[in-house]
């Protein structure tokens, strides 16, 4: 059985302290109870999962000069990640991603007939050219449901690899703040 799931939820840049998770406040604005990504990929790689993909991440701003200064130099960001299950080695496929592929999608799935959002930085337009994704991405988009929906040329040579920056998977939590208030109750943080 294939697992894969968009998880959202609350981040912090650093650990938030304890006596901050039993603020009743903090805990109704979603903030006391957030962790760091860090530990999402742990706790995700621990029980078999591929690394989370990030798909969108937006920073939350505290307006409230009150549970700002209970906070401290603590930031958050609402993010929403995907993630994949592993498959047993016995079900992997036997092709040969040593340097990534050339990947383009090539059916339609339901619900994104035009294009399909794999990752923050990665969207995918039906029968447009094609995408090179690295080898762990490969390897985490043939794992997926979606998988029939693309074709995969391999790249059998490293200097096949076309001139692109570096796929992150994850991005470093912003330090910025954005204008809105909570992620729970606009104007009530």
């Given at each position: 059985?294939?697992?894969?799931?968009?998880?959202?939820?609350?981040?912090a840049d650093q650990p938030v302290p304890e006596e901050l998770?039993?603020?009743?406040?903090?805990?109704?604005?979603c903030l006391s109870g957030a962790i760091c990504v860090s530990d999402l990929i742990s706790g995700a790689l621990d029980a078999g999962f591929t690394?989370?993909?990030l798909v969108s991440k937006q920073p939350i701003g505290v307006n409230n000069d009150e549970l700002q200064k209970l906070l401290g130099a603590?930031?958050?960001t609402s993010c929403t990640y995907r993630l994949f299950?592993?498959?047993?080695?016995?079900?992997?496929?036997?092709?040969?991603?040593?340097?990534?592929?050339?990947?383009?999608?090539?059916t339609p799935i339901i619900h994104y007939e035009n294009e399909f959002q794999f990752s923050q930085a990665i969207t995918f337009k039906l029968n447009s050219e094609p995408q090179y994704l690295n080898t762990e991405l490969?390897?985490?988009?043939?794992?997926?449901?979606?998988s029939e929906h693309f074709k995969f040329d391999s790249i059998a040579d490293e200097k096949q690899i076309p001139n692109v920056t570096e796929q992150?998977?994850?991005q470093p939590v912003s330090n910025e703040q954005s204008s809105s208030s909570c992620c729970c109750c606009p104007g009530t943080c």
């Open positions: 059985m294939e697992v894969n799931f968009c998880f959202s939820d609350v981040y998770r039993q603020n009743k406040v903090l805990w109704g604005e690394h989370p993909i603590i930031k958050f299950k592993n498959k047993p080695a016995e079900e992997s496929t036997s092709v040969n991603d040593k340097f990534g592929a050339l990947v383009t999608y090539q490969v390897k985490m988009l043939r794992l997926s449901r979606y992150v998977i994850d």
